[in-house]
């Protein structure tokens, strides 16, 4: 093996040349694979694609040079020295250095990228390989000839000390990679689909598994790592052609139906296995055979007059259809199953009827009369062709198909008529179901009677397959797939993590814990390092779901609320279980300790109980006159509550006498509220356009408006966003965002988009960051007490640990130099101004001359002219008012707390309300020019941090008081003392 860094230079180009190849359009990229992987002549790609030679050579250059100009941008200036496709086999690391230096010797000049990977394959052996995934090294001529691009200018100078170079790829703790700017995953993603799974597809051979939703995704049975997909199966029309996957010979395949006909691909490259004959009417899916070779479809001529329909065979050998049945009945949705064999088929048909058919003979053996018109029973053929099973009438019925004889029904049968599927073990003995959507079910089909049953996860099982040898058994669970082990009903594809959507996460006060909570099915909390995705303990107790978390103020203890009624006291160093709190007031999906942590407050459905945590008893409650409660905050000075629930949204409530004190969201008619978690208390809605509003909860005043997807007019309630937090220094919020699923034409496609993270700034009311890495709605967003790492966790049982400095990110376009960075500090663009913050944070003497020379303490105006101007504002002439405003407008950010002292003691509406908004206006937080580049200039020195950075910080802490810049010096100092 390479030595490590060899191998993380491989991994880095290889992640790159992954995404690259996979995303060429599939005209472009499978006559590469073919040509350059899988050594095919042009004729012979050719004729596997389907066209002609001269069209196949044109598709290689366009291919080439496009795969030329893509890998350009990451300063590669080859078309790819490793491809990543599905072949199963170590390439020799002979073949590697050949192949390499095969075009180092044609090209005059040899890229120093191309020399460094010459050399690297000549001191491997062979290169290692994943199960399914090899990495095979290869040239492609557009390396070698010419480049008719234009000459690349000369990079330009960065800021001195600026990153240029993006981080080493990442891998969480199953060794599955992390996407750009994470640190951590806790839990894993592994089976899980991200919609909701309708089907489960099991190879013959065991290796792979497919899931099927709107579009497919495969996995290795094993393990439920993700396997790399033909682009053709993550949506259901490819062009125009219908696209399924099916066990086929080994494996999968997919069948691509065209007008023309029908075509068997390899699932993983989209390379062609086998021509078949066109299904008429198109679309309609056929069956395939588990030899790969036989066809079965049902054939109808639409003509007027003339709707006659025939069940016919294609045999591969032959190349010949035969006629079964000449009046078969309408298909049913899962109208095929074959035996092991391939010898025999059930037909099952729309009405519940199913013939039994011996191929080899072309006689039906056993028929089975219609149940009711649009039948859904479940139907199953055993592997060797000798049992079928119905599940029909409320009985589920098996019969002996060479004798035509019905054993025995079984007992306890599914409960849920005509829902999910039955399977057969490969011995015949053992028949699996679904009792009803929240239970698989085993029968003894011997005896007759129920082996046992196994809980689901989700609660919404579709199908159940068993593998090939019977020691797995696979269902679709929800949005992913779940694994048991038949025989004692355990799960084989726990990976330590959560089993459910989480729905809690809180991080300890030194930041070094984070704990997570699943709900309903998931009744286990978790403790996890968010620095390395190691689990440190699990709490164990509560009988159903975990909604709610919380660490106390000392991290001392820690507290989860669940949907058993409970509230639970834990040791978060052992994980023990310290106490239990029964209010008997519904589920407890809010808690929140006191800010002394004397007391833990729990929400329920009629009270907020608060309960004594040394004394291990419940104080007292404030009765509430909402629903169940799903929100707790404290607020700043601790005597407000801020609470929110099913009904009345939130509101404030005296913690001391239990009033209601005031309603933050008032005016918020029309909007739709938006978890938010934050320690300084804000809150959130969205209106049905979009925009986003954030909203002080102690004072009702937004801080912040910025746009975001439509909210659906036919379903209100339905948002884009799931959850928001405002960062520790208030400089930024963090949303969550559901994963966006475009459909179209019904399931004809399915375009996804990772769930993601988006990072705003404050000051600026524009995006900061975008982090995309869950592959199911992101449910939550926590930022870390330093607030340098953001939690944000899903609904595909996992949470991720962002870095929200930005040193985990590739490198953004850097300023041109320092002068360039002092300039983009007043970009109104956000990601752009934060560029130059980390330009400048990289080169600390830089940055410090520049603040220093261009930011100044905020001046206080003359309280003599200010007081003068107030006083216009009671003037009787219009025009004076209206000129004092314009005058007071330019002096407030300088004397903001005079005019907010003012605004108190005056008599007059009118007056309060000028002198209101003057004070809005200058303490807004969306700034520009010269006010936002100060409000940066802050964090660059407080990211800084050195002694010489506090100085400056101290200068300008020093300025107008009540100033924004002065009160923002302040804060950033004391956060930067606290971390000393």
């Not at 440190?536 to 009624?565: C, F, I, N």
């Not at 239990?658 to 509220?673: F, I, L, S, T, Y």
């Not at 049982?797 to 300039?823: E, H, K, M, N, Q």
Request: with cysteine; hydrophobic share 45%.
């Amino acid at each position: 093996m390479p030595p490590a860094a060899d191998e993380r230079t491989w991994n880095e180009v290889r992640e790159i040349l992954d995404a690259e190849i996979a995303a060429l359009p599939e005209r472009y990229r499978l006559p590469l694979v073919l040509c350059y992987l899988q050594d095919a002549t042009h004729d012979e790609a050719a004729r596997q694609i389907g066209c002609p030679v001269g069209v196949l050579r044109g598709r290689l250059d366009r291919g080439r040079e496009r795969l030329r100009r893509r890998l350009a941008r990451y300063g590669l200036p080859l078309a790819a020295p490793i491809l990543v496709v599905g072949v199963p086999s170590p390439v020799p690391a002979a073949l590697a250095a050949r192949t390499v230096l095969v075009a180092m010797t044609r090209a005059e000049t040899a890229p120093s990228a191309l020399v460094a990977f010459g050399r690297l394959a000549l001191r491997w052996r062979a290169v290692s390989v994943a199960p399914v995934v090899a990495l095979v090294a290869f040239a492609i001529g557009a390396a070698i000839q010419p480049n008719d691009a234009p000459p690349a200018s000369a990079p330009l100078p960065h800021a001195p000390g600026a990153v240029t170079a993006a981080p080493e790829p990442a891998v969480d703790a199953l060794g599955d990679p992390l996407p750009p700017g994470a640190i951590a995953r806790l839990g894993s993603a592994r089976f899980h689909h991200g919609d909701n799974v309708q089907r489960v597809i099991v190879g013959a051979d065991g290796k792979l598994v497919a899931s099927e939703a709107w579009g497919y995704k495969m996995w290795a049975a094993d393990t439920g790592k993700a396997v790399p997909l033909w682009g053709g199966l993550k949506k259901r029309v490819l062009e125009g052609d219908w696209v399924v996957l099916v066990p086929a010979g080994e494996g999968l395949a997919a069948v691509v139906q065209e007008q023309t006909g029908t075509r068997l691909v390899d699932p993983t490259t989209g390379a062609r296995l086998r021509t078949l004959p066109p299904i008429k009417p198109f679309p309609l899916t056929p069956g395939i055979a588990p030899n790969g070779k036989t066809l079965v479809a049902v054939h109808q001529v639409r003509a007027p007059g003339d709707n006659r329909s025939t069940l016919r065979v294609w045999d591969a050998g032959t190349e010949q259809w035969t006629d079964l049945d000449r009046a078969p009945g309408n298909p049913h949705q899962n109208a095929f199953y074959f035996s092991a064999d391939s010898k025999t088929l059930a037909y099952h048909m729309l009405d519940g009827a199913v013939d039994v058919w011996d191929l080899s003979a072309g006689k039906c053996v056993l028929r089975l009369p219609a149940t009711r018109p649009q039948a859904l029973e479940p139907v199953a053929l055993s592997a060797d062709g000798g049992l079928l099973a119905r599940h029909a009438a409320a009985k589920l019925q098996v019969w002996n198909v060479k004798t035509g004889k019905e054993l025995p029904a079984m007992a306890d049968p599914p409960e849920l008529f005509g829902y999910g599927e039955l399977a057969f073990s490969p011995d015949s003995k053992v028949l699996v179901g679904t009792k009803d959507q929240f239970t698989i079910r085993l029968w003894d089909v011997v005896a007759g009677k129920k082996l046992r049953d196994i809980s689901s996860h989700s609660s919404m099982l579709r199908s159940v397959v068993l593998s090939s040898d019977g020691k797995r058994l696979y269902a679709a669970d929800g949005n992913g797939v779940c694994v048991w082990d038949p025989a004692t009903g355990k799960p084989l594809d726990d990976t330590g993590g959560h089993r459910y959507t989480i729905a809690a996460a809180a991080w300890s006060p030194d930041g070094k814990q984070l704990v997570s909570g699943g709900g309903y099915t998931d009744n286990i909390a978790r403790v996890w390092d968010p620095n390395t995705g190691r689990k440190m303990s699990e709490l164990v107790g509560h009988k159903s779901g975990v909604e709610s978390v919380a660490y106390s103020p000392d991290g001392a203890v820690l507290a989860t609320g669940s949907q058993d009624g409970t509230a639970r006291l834990w040791d978060p160093t052992t994980g023990k279980e310290l106490h239990s709190f029964a209010a008997r007031d519904g589920m407890v999906y809010a808690l929140a300790f006191t800010p002394d942590g004397r007391f833990l407050v729990t929400g329920g459905r009629k009270a907020l109980h608060v309960w004594d945590v040394a004394e291990r008893k419940e104080a007292r409650s404030l009765p509430t006159t909402g629903l169940l409660v799903t929100q707790i905050t404290f607020l700043r000075g601790n005597r407000s509550v801020l609470v929110l629930d099913n009904k009345s949204g939130a509101r404030l409530i005296d913690f001391a006498t239990g009033r209601e004190d005031v309603q933050p969201m008032a005016g918020a008619e029309g909007r739709a509220a938006i978890p938010v978690w934050s320690g300084n208390g804000h809150l959130a809605n969205v209106d049905m356009d979009g925009t986003t509003h954030v909203i002080d909860a102690s004072t009702g005043r937004e801080i912040l408006a910025f746009s975001g997807p439509a909210r659906d007019p036919d379903q209100p309630h339905y948002r884009g966003i799931m959850g928001l937090t405002v960062a520790p220094d208030g400089r930024t919020v963090a949303l969550a965002h559901r994963r966006s699923v475009v459909r179209a034409h019904e399931i004809a496609t399915a375009v996804d988009r990772l769930g993601e993270v988006r990072v705003y700034e404050v000051a600026s009311g524009t995006e900061r960051l975008r982090f995309a890495g869950h592959v199911d709605d992101v449910m939550g967003v926590r930022f870390s007490p330093d607030g340098t790492r953001l939690c944000s966790f899903a609904a595909d049982r996992s949470l991720l640990i962002w870095d929200v400095t930005g040193a985990r990110l590739a490198p953004a376009p850097a300023p041109s130099g320092a002068d360039a960075a002092w300039a983009d500090l007043m970009s109104a663009d956000a990601g752009k101004g934060f560029a130059a913050i980390r330009s400048l944070v990289a080169d600390p003497p830089t940055a410090l001359l520049l603040v220093s020379a261009g930011v100044k303490p905020a001046p206080a105006a003359d309280p003599k002219v200010v007081a003068e101007l107030i006083a216009k504002l009671g003037s009787d002439g219009f025009a004076e008012r209206e000129g004092a405003s314009k005058e007071l407008a330019a002096l407030a950010p300088t004397a903001i707390k005079q005019l907010r002292d003012a605004a108190g003691k005056s008599d007059s509406p009118e007056v309060r309300k000028r002198l209101t908004e003057l004070v809005l206006g200058a303490s807004g937080p969306k700034l520009s020019g010269d006010r936002l580049r100060a409000a940066r200039a802050v964090e660059i020195l407080e990211r800084i941090g050195t002694s010489e950075a506090q100085k400056v910080l101290a200068g300008l802490a020093a300025g107008a008081p009540g100033a924004m810049l002065t009160e923002d010096a302040v804060a950033a100092l004391a956060r930067v003392k606290r971390k000393k």
